[in-house]
């Protein structure tokens, strides 16, 4: 079945330092989209992005489907963007996505 | 106003013992609704998924079950709880050709 790999596992930076996690899947996708889980288990869509490159806020995502590989680029980052970041790609059926383990990001002041 | 709500907000329960988690989508016209589950240091997975009123797909099985007795609420059961149900229980909704699926706050289930 459709797999889904990220890293690292986890990250820790300094304020204002920028993140880059990679997420990478087995079989083509044809939608992409990245997730933002708080501490408390609460989930938040960041970005949806089965090509290209797109930007919302500080972050950017790049997706080459080819070469089945994603990037999140988060840029200055703050004490509130800890948390895990979740890589997820569908199966081809209604909203069945496939979510890799996470990206679990720590951000200090 | 929140589009989505889950209740309980965390649930403690015996093995054995029955279980009803629930969600409630406001302000959307047939929306797809889906049940995931995440256990502690795991990843999520779907378990169930709807797309009409009355009609419910199973994704994995886990000896839970759901339905969906109205079109803006979705259900998720069973009779008989086991260890193994223990997790974060969360329901999500999309449109019809929008691929982006938006969560609820989750549901806490510890099983003892």
């Known amino acids: 079945g459709q797999q889904v790999q990220q890293s690292p596992a986890s990250l820790v930076l300094q304020e204002g330092e920028n993140a880059e996690l990679q997420c990478n899947f087995s079989?083509?996708?044809?939608?992409l989209q990245w997730f933002y889980q708080s501490p408390g288990g609460s989930l938040v869509s960041l970005l949806s992005?089965?090509?290209g490159t797109k930007h919302t806020g500080r972050l950017t995502s790049t997706t080459v489907t080819k070469e089945r590989r994603s990037s999140l680029h988060i840029s200055s980052s703050q004490t509130t963007d800890s948390g895990t970041y979740l890589c997820?790609?569908?199966?081809?059926?209604?909203?069945?996505?496939?979510f890799g383990r996470g990206t679990r990001l720590q951000v200090y002041a | 106003a929140q589009t989505i709500h889950q209740w309980p907000v965390a649930e403690i329960k015996a093995v054995g013992s029955p279980l009803s988690l629930g969600c409630t989508i406001k302000?959307?016209?047939?929306?797809?609704l889906y049940w995931y589950w995440q256990a502690t240091g795991g990843t999520l997975q779907q378990l169930f998924y709807s797309i009409t009123v009355g009609q419910v797909e199973s994704v994995v099985q886990l000896n839970l079950s759901a339905s969906r007795p109205k079109d803006d609420q979705f259900i998720l059961s069973t009779e008989k709880l086991l260890l193994s149900h223990s997790g974060f229980y969360l329901c999500?909704?999309?449109?019809?050709?929008?691929?982006?699926?938006?969560f609820g706050h989750g549901t806490k289930l510890s099983v003892l």
């Open positions: 997820a790609i569908d199966r081809g059926v209604v909203g069945q996505l496939t």
């Open positions: 302000g959307k016209s047939s929306p797809n």
């Open positions: 079989s083509t996708a044809t939608q």
């Open positions: 999500a909704w999309s449109l019809s050709g929008d691929e982006r699926l938006f």
């Open positions: 992005n089965p090509s």
